[in-house]
């Protein structure tokens, strides 16, 4: 990555009130939910089919209950959320360098579930360089995904109260 690309990003996440850690955080999210989704797919739900034997009183408000109706939708959504998350990931993951789409993969994406030591050892580079090129990957994924979390500044609350 050039000089320039890296002052952009570095201007970018000084100039706003960005929580880094809650960044970090929903960042991670996203990817564990893209890993599970591209391991094993949706998980849908069912119906339940055993009925509940307590009695029910309800006036007539003439409301009718269509609970395979929902989760019919709910599936077909929650699958459809889930493949343009999978895209959008990975049209964020063409944005990094081969370093940071290496170390993003071999720390969230991989099957083998590797420590980040071992994959430090493998790439041939120190553990601080591995971290910092983390971190870096990170941020540049969150803004690409718009997964930042910013801080909200309190404004001051003193306000003044005039007798007219």
């Known amino acids: 990555m050039g000089r320039k690309k890296i002052h952009v990003y570095h201007a970018l996440f000084t100039s ?17 939910e893209v890993k599970r989704f591209r391991q094993i797919g949706l998980v849908r739900q ?3 089919i055993t009925p ?7 006036g007539a408000t003439n409301v009718i209950s269509k609970p395979t ?4 939708i709910r599936n077909a959504d929650k699958e ?7 895209e959008l990931l990975d049209k964020a993951l063409e944005g990094l360098s ?4 290496e170390v993003i993969e071999r720390s969230y994406l991989d ?3 590797e420590f980040d030591f071992i994959s430090c050892g493998e790439m041939g580079i120190s553990d601080r360089t591995y971290r910092r090129i983390k ?3 990170i941020r540049i994924l969150a803004a690409a995904m718009g997964l930042e979390v910013y801080e909200v500044q309190e404004e001051d609350r003193s306000t003044k109260h005039e007798v007219g």
Request: net charge neutral; hydrophobic share 40%; charged share 35%.
């Open 16 to 32: 706003l009130p960005v929580n880094e850690a809650a960044t970090r955080a929903a960042v991670e999210n996203r990817l564990e």
């Open 98 to 101: 081969l370093d940071q789409r």
């Open 69 to 72: 109706e929902r989760l019919a």
């Open 46 to 48: 069912e119906a339940l």
């Open 111 to 113: 099957t083998k579930g």
């Open 80 to 86: 459809a959320e889930l493949i343009r998350k999978s």
């Open 52 to 58: 509940g034997y307590e009695p029910r009183f309800h």
């Open 135 to 137: 971190a870096s990957a």
